[in-house]
């Protein structure tokens, strides 16, 4: 009786802790696709900021090709290539800059005003999720969740090397 009670109860707590380990990986993958999501709206409106910068009349013709080009291929691009589309348009929006600033009238101050206010957010916005991805990768490489396949399907998150970029 007693045997069967101890087992019993080893059996219940492993089953406890096995729910626990399933119930933070789904918590911690939960955090990585709500931080992407989040990182992807801020790179997003980056480009969009980058177009507008683009159209408007302050900038070289070339220049604004240029950055055109490198805004609609980081907004439209695939996640393999996502990488490369957005270190483009970094070194576009780079480009811009003449002596350390961009002259031009109030409207495109203000523009360049919120892109700057833009890139502080996406590098926080990669920060929280490059830490949210290490956190998952960790839980992930744990014995237990091995063996009991407690992942799942899911895939192993990963970071892209534009998250490493100096936006």
Known sequence: MK?????TLILLVTLWYLSFL????????HRVETSWANLD?????????SLQIAHSDFIDPASSLLLTSA???ARDAEMQDRS???????GALRLLLIDGEI????????????????????????????????????????????VFRLAGRAPLP???EFEFDAL
Do not use: N, P, W
């Open 84 to 90: 490369t589309a957005e270190m483009a348009l970094s």
């Open 103 to 146: 002259h031009g009238s109030v409207r495109e101050q203000l523009l360049l005003d919120d892109l700057t206010k833009l890139t502080a957010k996406i590098a926080i916005a990669i920060a929280i999720h490059t830490d949210a991805v290490s956190s998952t990768q960790a839980v992930r490489k744990k014995f237990a969740i091995r």
């Open 71 to 73: 805004a609609y291929q």
């Open 158 to 160: 990963v970071t892209y």
């Open 22 to 29: 399933a119930t933070r990986l789904d918590r911690l993958h």
């Open 41 to 49: 709206g801020l790179l997003q409106r980056r480009s969009a900021i």
């Open 3 to 7: 045997t069967t009670l101890a087992i």
